[in-house]
């Protein structure tokens, strides 16, 4: 799927990427350029984010595309617009929390797609996402 710009949804966003990535990315790893067979003049970072509470395994990915282009994230079933996903089929609502909280202290231009439904900003989540409000 990440060799395909049409499959990783790069096309989307007017990119022609293809990625080959090692079959361990554990959390909390970034790859860089170099790692995914890009050249080094190719502004690519891609950092995987725990992100459990919806799952115990939940992670999000966070691609940043250089200075200039937004950082995008793809944050599955953890954040949807206005929403974040359930706990109660073998999640956790403690987890869920400490997650959240991870999500609040990134940046607030990052745009999220969830795994269902609306993208969104992750500021506007921080604003008016009842979960994210205090």
């Known amino acids: 799927m990440l060799p395909d710009a049409e499959l990783n949804h790069a096309s989307s966003f007017g990119l022609d990427i293809s990625v080959r990535t090692t079959p361990h990315l554990l959390s909390g790893e970034e790859l860089s350029p ?6 080094d003049d190719e502004p690519f970072l891609l950092k995987v984010v725990p992100t459990p509470g919806h799952t115990a395994g939940s992670v999000c990915f966070l ?4 200075t200039d282009a937004k950082k995008i994230m793809f944050t599955g079933d953890m954040l949807f617009y206005g929403s974040v996903g359930r706990t ?3 999640g956790s609502e403690e ?7 991870r999500l609040r202290g ?7 797609f969830p795994g269902h439904g609306s993208s969104t900003y992750l500021g506007k989540e921080k604003l008016y996402n ?5």
């Open 106 to 112: 990134m940046d607030d231009d990052i745009v999220c």
């Open 130 to 134: 009842p979960f994210f409000v205090n």
């Open 88 to 90: 109660d089929l073998g």
């Open 63 to 66: 691609f940043d595309l250089g």
């Open 34 to 39: 170099k790692d995914l067979g890009l050249t």
């Open 95 to 101: 987890q869920m929390r400490m997650s959240i909280e």
